[in-house]
């Protein structure tokens, strides 16, 4: 049983899913805030690779992103500081991010080192769903990494069991069609969620886009195992404190 499957298995509800960037606030700053958020209630963590063209981030992850380029953060320098993660960081870690840097480092190669440096699963929005079954599939799979799909209120049913078929680990239930730190009230999508509940997909789902705080934790969780919070923890590392007390205070305001 893999970590994710182990974490879903022991926490049916309430799944907390932090973003963070790697290489920010500070380049060498990816294991300590990953510690932090181990450290602080994250019952998982998704670490995002900086990518000058985030198609599915908004401004803020976007602005965390740029600042962890100039910083120097590339996928070799990401490797080498996850060489020795798992001494520290027991609970799983997904690595989030998009095609052209990984198929530039070389997509087998990517994998493999994934998988020795103890990652768990990738995210990756604009891998399609063909392309996975025809071809990157097969190496995802060889190396042991659950692979997690994005769905969306606009996600057909036929499509949506399709893509909870080729998903592992969980489903990534975007709560509305838009960018990443987006201000639509998620209560809105309630109806959404219900729907997903009600499909019994062989995934958990954990909700993200849109979670903030404690209220939209809580509607995000009424449905689904739990929900995944990005943009606004960026925002509260931004905040001049230091990574373990920004850390702490924000995940009080969530569990």
Same mark, same amino acid.
């Given at each position: ?9 022991? =926490? ?6 932090? &973003?963070?960037? *790697? ?10 805030? %990953?510690?932090?958020? !181990? /450290?602080?209630? *994250? ?7 900086? &990518?000058?063209?985030?198609? *599915? ?5 976007? #602005? $965390?992103?740029?600042?962890?380029? !100039?910083?120097? %953060? ?8 996850? #060489?020795?993660?798992?001494? *520290? ?6 690595? %989030?991010? &998009? ?9 087998? /190669? ?30 995802? +799979? ?32 975007? $709560? ?6 987006? /201000? =639509? ?8 969620? #219900? =729907?997903?509940?009600? %499909? ?32 606004? &923890?960026? +925002? ?15 995940? !009080?305001?969530?569990?």
């Amino acid at each position: 049983m893999t970590r994710i499957e182990e974490l879903f298995k022991r =926490k049916q509800h309430k799944v907390l899913n932090v &973003y963070c960037t *790697a290489g920010f606030p500070k380049l060498n700053s990816t294991l300590e805030v %990953m510690t932090a958020l !181990q /450290n602080h209630g *994250a019952d998982l963590i998704e670490l995002g690779m900086p &990518y000058s063209d985030p198609l *599915a981030d908004g401004e803020v992850i976007q #602005q $965390s992103g740029a600042v962890a380029l !100039q910083n120097g %953060m590339t996928i070799s320098i990401l490797f080498e500081q996850l #060489q020795a993660m798992r001494s *520290a960081i027991h609970v799983p870690v997904i690595l %989030m991010g &998009y095609m052209n840097p990984v198929i530039q480092y070389g997509f087998e /190669n990517f994998c493999a080192k994934a998988a020795e440096v103890g990652i768990d699963g990738l995210i990756l929005p604009d891998l399609p769903m063909y392309e996975f079954e025809s071809e990157y599939g097969a190496i995802i +799979k060889k190396h042991q990494l659950n692979l997690i799909f994005l769905v969306t209120p606009e996600t057909r049913e036929d499509r949506l069991r399709k893509i909870d078929e080729l998903s592992s680990g969980f489903l990534y239930a975007v $709560s509305s069609s838009s960018t990443t730190g987006n /201000n =639509k009230d998620i209560s809105e999508q309630e109806a959404y969620f #219900q =729907k997903l509940q009600e %499909m019994n997909l062989k995934n958990p789902i954990l909700v993200g886009f849109g979670i903030k705080d404690r209220p939209t934790f809580e509607t995000a969780s009424k449905y689904t195992s739990g929900a995944i919070i990005g943009s606004a &923890y960026i +925002k509260a590392l931004s905040n001049g404190q230091d990574v373990d007390t920004a850390t702490k205070a924000f995940l !009080q305001t969530i569990i």
